[in-house]
């Protein structure tokens, strides 16, 4: 399994960003896609997170509207759209991949303990 992160830079606050995550060495449509982040000094946090039918999509509520997750199947690819971006969005963001088990919520796959395999992780930093 393998992740690749890409897409961060700098942006001045309000600005957008798009980030991408390609995925690899595993059946994309039965696993979910999350978007995490960590600042320094604090816990990794969810951001965001998706499958390929989108049955478990779900935000952090500090997104707010803001960012906006979608993936696409042919080229094993999840993508977080990021708008109005806030200094407090200053991260490493990871992305992370875990087979999907039914029984649990969407919400439960904005937890970083959900998820098996993980990016190396792209930096944004947001100026003020």
């Known amino acids: 399994v393998q992740l690749v992160e890409s897409g961060g830079g700098l942006v001045q606050a309000g600005g957008s960003l798009r980030l991408s995550c390609r995925a690899s060495?595993?059946?994309?449509?039965?696993?979910?896609i999350g978007w995490f982040r960590q600042a320094p000094g604090k816990e990794r946090e969810g951001v965001s997170c998706?499958?390929?039918?989108?049955?478990?999509?779900s935000y952090a509520g500090f997104v707010k509207g803001r960012f906006t997750i979608s993936s696409d199947s042919a080229k094993n690819t999840v993508y977080l759209e990021m708008n109005s971006l806030e200094p407090d969005d200053t991260a490493v963001y990871y992305c992370?991949?875990?087979?999907?088990?039914?029984?649990?919520?969407?919400?439960?796959?904005?937890?970083?303990?959900?998820?098996?395999?993980w990016g190396q992780g792209t930096q944004v930093t947001v100026s003020s």
């Open positions: 998706t499958s390929s039918s989108e049955d478990m999509t």
């Open positions: 060495g595993f059946t994309f449509d039965e696993y979910v």
């Open positions: 992370a991949a875990a087979r999907i088990i039914w029984s649990y919520t969407a919400r439960f796959y904005l937890l970083p303990r959900g998820y098996d395999w």
